[in-house]
């Protein structure tokens, strides 16, 4: 039989063919280098098998045709009109046949012609070619010379190009298979999107060149003192003039006294490695390690993980980032007072990790390795512990410990992610340990720490923290296990999850990593929504997630969970995050002295200057510099406060830290931490209400109360000064979060569900008694839900007070059987014409905060519009309350409304209902309607985070119960 066609070079599950062993990285040399990134041309065909097979990476061959087109590279083809992305957080978008996969699949050639530079040498030396990243599988020709193929998307591969290139014009040909064998090994959360999608580079090695380094660094915390060793292929030498080292490579040199690397203070130490033919600029930073007492230590000190989980993206270009980009997310995480980052789930562009030894990041590095989807198939087949998988595995850790061993911020290596247990996963811990001792291992998935240095777990519990901080977790099977990961350090690789409104209970996290040694810390999932622009019929722009690219199998906007917005505008979680890991500690420490607490591991607070502001009803009245002494890591002092005057309002300390001087990654002023706590609490001022009984007008059907005009059919305000407003109710619903939507701790009530099964959201209005009781205008209802006999017992009292106000007093008794059911709000909601654009208030802000959410709020008085009270979450959902409000005012150009708390209430105001806010999938769904919508709440149920992870923790739940609660309304 003749065989025309046999598939599988690509679903081969062993490394691919012809690569060079893996190198430490680097672009900062003085060997030659031609970065061949550009305008590429490229075919795209359906199947792997292509018409003419090979045949386009022959040097003569016309690519001129109709069937190609110019493609950036790096880029995704599905970015460029070739395809499109598709996201699937667990299940592969494929058939499970590993190592298989399906014929319909997408395959990407590419051409390139460059000219080598004049002076570029082919007789002496060689040259590699060198890709960062290739999306999944590649087959590589220089001038229709075969190079070899590759594996391993978000790993380097280089070949050998000598004997294939020569002097003048060249042809570059690259074949991308987007599934292959190792599409199994690169099942992460986030968008497939095949492609070279990061540099190629040519790189000239001259003789004597560096074929490899490492330089191996310790620093003794007790003397001050560093170890430099740097072992090098060939042989040279390492020149530190600062250091005043010049020794040969492979030689250990002590440094009697020198500035050690950490996260906070990241000292690096500029060199080269100089050998016959080239001289490669060094970065060295002394750091040592370890583990001590059953807690991760770096220089001696226990660290504590600030943390967060980083995919690359870009909302233009997918993971294809540029060099800008990673800068900006490095200000952004320093800014935002993070000190580490994992990433997730596989090595970053090597340039990121430059950006972190310089700035100043704690990195758990990752391998490029996830089989999440076969959890679906309990784990039969998993390549962790299929024996066809383990030169892969190795090749892939040994490709990501070689390329970023150098860098003194990597001080974990990450086995993968969510890839079950087995062998493969020891032989990976096992040759990481023989390579390089000087890390710590981690891997979440051995959940028995069989092979890792550190227990790692994902969205646990409050309370399981708590019992992991005093070692008093649930016993594994075998006592030896037992005993080892009891002695270990804890770690969250992953927890609260950052989607939509959120995430809650942030700062009870924080103070069980704070109050126990053995829990060092954690990484949000994740650093930012991965969401691509789209654009209505009309020309709306909007964010796209799962789904809104029609693919067959997708997982919907679970892929909208980061801090930052796609347009890498923090979120409130962000700010929120920010406040609370923030690196000091500001309290009122009693008797007009105030705090001030050093949290940082290492660096004292001399790079902060500290002011104090005083706000009397939320207004400025003084402020200053507050002298300070020296407060060295983990330390404490007191400072006195200035004297207070007599006074009959609220008043407010607000004490900042901000950076005193410019840095590398702030500018002066910019505000590092701070705390807030009253001066003079608020005095209780009784009601004073008038003696002006309610007006009835049976002829005209309405009743007056003060400033408020009613309808004696309905109870119903209609009027408060010259002002209509409309449908003033009792209020429970809200439109649900990505975390009402979730289940807690994957196991518990997702409360979305049990609201809209029990109609909450279609809650009807029973008048039950309109009268009038003295000075009193008295409605009596009940707010009720279809299909059940639960209702609330709703009385509204209204009472004129003076200048020019009404009292709405609110009590809501329960009636029926509500069991233990939360609610998602409790409070009334009315219309107001929609000129009412402006909001002030005296509360917190600006951002919003629920109970939950609220640490990183500040007590004050703020003014925005309506339009700005909204948080453009990329799936509509509840936002935008604002919480303890003394008094808010809205304001158009013909009057407005004034509500005054008794003494506090929440409130949202937005321009389209709840129900359309629930019904809309995307922002451009919320159309403004003839209404501005006012929530006055005397509460809201918390957030959580069970998206994924835990919910509402129990002191932040609107329980139904007996409830009364008031405001004062007046026209303005």
């Known amino acids: 039989m003749e065989v025309i066609y046999c598939p599988g070079e690509h679903e081969d599950p062993r490394p691919g063919r012809g690569a060079l062993p893996p190198r430490a990285w680097t672009d900062r040399t003085d060997a030659k280098q031609l970065r061949l990134n550009g305008d590429w041309r490229f075919r795209l065909s359906p199947t792997a098998a292509v018409p003419g097979g090979d045949d386009f990476a022959k040097a003569a061959f016309d690519d001129d045709s109709e069937q190609w087109s110019n493609l950036p590279v790096p880029s995704h083809w599905v970015l460029h009109g070739h395809g499109k992305p598709a996201y699937v957080n667990i299940p592969y978008p494929f058939p499970v046949d590993p190592p298989f996969v399906p014929t319909e699949n997408p395959t990407g050639d590419y051409r390139y012609t460059f000219d080598l530079p004049k002076d570029w040498d082919l007789n002496s030396g060689k040259t590699i070619l060198r890709f960062d990243g290739v999306d999944s599988w590649c087959k590589v020709w220089v001038n229709g010379t075969l190079l070899g193929t590759s594996s391993g998307s978000r790993v380097p591969v280089e070949f050998v190009a000598s004997t294939a290139l020569r002097a003048g014009a060249n042809i570059l040909a690259v074949r991308v298979h987007q599934w292959s064998a190792g599409s199994y090994l690169e099942d992460q959360d986030q ?70 690397w950490t996260a906070e203070t990241p000292r690096l130490y500029a060199g080269h490695l100089v050998t016959t033919g080239e001289r490669v600029s060094l970065s060295v930073g002394f750091r040592t390690v370890a583990i001590e007492d059953g807690v991760i230590t770096v220089n001696g000190k226990r ?22 980009t990673m800068l900006q997310d490095v200000l952004l995480m320093k800014r935002h007072n993070i000190n580490a980052v ?120 409050h309370a399981e923290v708590d019992a992991l901080g005093r070692r008093q977790e ?28 959120g995430p809650g209970g942030q700062a009870e996290y924080q103070r069980l990593f704070e109050k126990y040694p ?55 979680g962000l700010i929120e995050y920010k406040k609370v890991i923030e690196p000091v500690a500001i309290t009122y420490a009693g008797n007009g002295q105030v705090s001030i607490y050093n949290n940082r591991d290492f660096a004292s607070l001399d790079d902060l200057i500290f002011t104090y502001k005083l706000e009397r009803a939320g207004r400025g009245i003084a402020g200053g510099p507050l002298a300070v002494p020296a407060v060295g890591p983990r330390q404490t002092v007191t400072v006195p406060l200035p004297a207070l005057s007599t006074t009959k309002d609220e008043q407010v300390w607000t004490i900042t830290a901000v950076l005193a001087e410019d840095t590398k990654w702030g500018s002066a002023g910019h505000e590092v931490a701070w705390g807030q706590f009253a001066a003079t609490e608020a005095p209780h001022r009784p009601l004073a209400p008038t003696l002006i009984a309610p007006v009835v007008d049976k002829a005209a059907g309405v009743v007056t109360v003060g400033p408020a005009e009613f309808s004696i059919a309905s109870g119903q305000l209609i009027k408060l000064g010259q002002l209509p407003v409309h449908g003033l109710n009792l209020d429970i619903w809200r439109a649900t979060t990505d975390n009402d939507r979730g289940q ?15 109609n909450l959201d279609k809650v009807k209005h029973r008048v039950n008694r309109v009268a009038v009781d003295g000075n009193t205008f008295v409605v009596e209802t009940r ?12 009385t509204y009292t209204w009472t004129a007070v003076e200048d020019n106000g009404v009292h709405l007093g609110v009590k809501a008794v329960p009636d029926g059987d509500w069991g233990d059911m939360v609610l998602p709000r409790l409070g009334v909601r009315v219309g107001l014409p929609t000129s009412l654009d402006q909001v002030s208030w005296y509360g917190y802000g600006p951002g919003e905060a629920y109970p939950d959410t609220r640490t990183g709020v500040k007590l004050g008085v703020y003014n925005l519009s309506v339009d700005d009270l909204q948080t453009p979450y990329v799936f509509p959902q509840e936002n935008g309350s ?19 708390g008794a003494p506090l209430f929440s409130f949202a105001a937005r321009r389209w209902t709840t129900e359309q806010l629930q019904a809309a999938r995307h922002t451009t769904d919320l159309v403004p309607g003839n209404q501005v919508w006012l929530n006055i709440d005397y509460a809201v149920n918390g957030i959580g985070t069970a998206s994924c992870g835990e919910g509402v923790l129990p002191e932040h739940q609107l329980r139904v119960a007996e409830t009364e609660f008031s405001v004062i309304l007046r026209p303005t």
């Not at 030169?391 to 990597?410: C, I």
């Open 744 to 758: 807690e701790y994957f196991e518990g009530t997702c409360w979305a569900d049990v609201w809209k099964e029990a």
């Open 783 to 794: 707010a009720a839900a279809g299909s059940y006999n639960r209702g609330l017992l709703t």
């Open 882 to 900: 604002r919480i303890d409000v003394r008094w808010a005012e809205l304001a158009g150009l013909s009057g407005g409304l004034r509500v005054e």
């Open 518 to 572: 053995r829990c060092q810390g954690g990484f949000v999932w994740e650093w930012i929504d991965h969401c691509f622009k789209k654009t209505t019929a009309d020309g709306r722009e909007y964010w796209a997630y799962g789904g809104d690219f029609d693919e067959e199998i997708h997982d919907g906007n679970f892929i909208v969970d980061g801090l930052l917005f796609p347009d890498r505008t923090p979120s409130p």
């Open 303 to 324: 660290i504590l993980f600030r943390g967060v989980n980083r995919h690359e993206f870009h909302p233009d270009t997918g993971r294809a980032v540029t060099r800008e």
């Open 474 to 501: 649930d016993p594994l099977d075998d006592p030896e296990l037992d005993k080892k990961r009891r002695a270990m350090p804890f770690i969250l690789c992953e927890y609260i999850h950052a989607m939509g409104n």
């Open 191 to 260: 968008w497939w999107m095949p492609g070279i999608f990061r540099d190629v580079t040519l790189l000239h090695r001259p003789d004597g060149s560096v074929g490899d380094h490492f330089v191996h660094v310790s620093y003794d915390h007790e003397t001050g003192a560093g170890t430099l060793k740097v072992d090098a292929t060939p042989s040279g030498r390492v020149v530190i003039p600062e250091l005043g080292i010049d020794a040969p490579t492979g030689t250990l040199v002590s440094v009697p006294h020198v500035k050690p």
């Open 342 to 461: 994992r990433t997730s789930h596989y090595p970053p562009h090597p340039h990121f990790l430059d950006l972190c030894d310089e700035y100043g990041l704690w990195v758990i590095d990752e391998n490029d390795y996830e089989t999440h989807g076969f959890e679906q198939l309990n784990w039969q087949g998993n390549p962790s512990s299929t024996a066809v998988w383990k030169d892969a595995l190795l090749d892939r850790v040994g490709r990501m410990v070689e390329r970023d061993k150098n860098h003194p911020s990597v001080i974990i290596w990450s086995l993968g992610n969510e890839a079950g247990p087995g062998e493969n996963i020891g032989h990976m811990a096992d040759w990481i340990r023989r390579r390089d001792p000087s890390r710590l291992i981690h891997y979440e998935g051995d959940k028995t720490c069989k092979y890792v240095d550190m227990y790692s777990r994902m969205y646990v519990t």
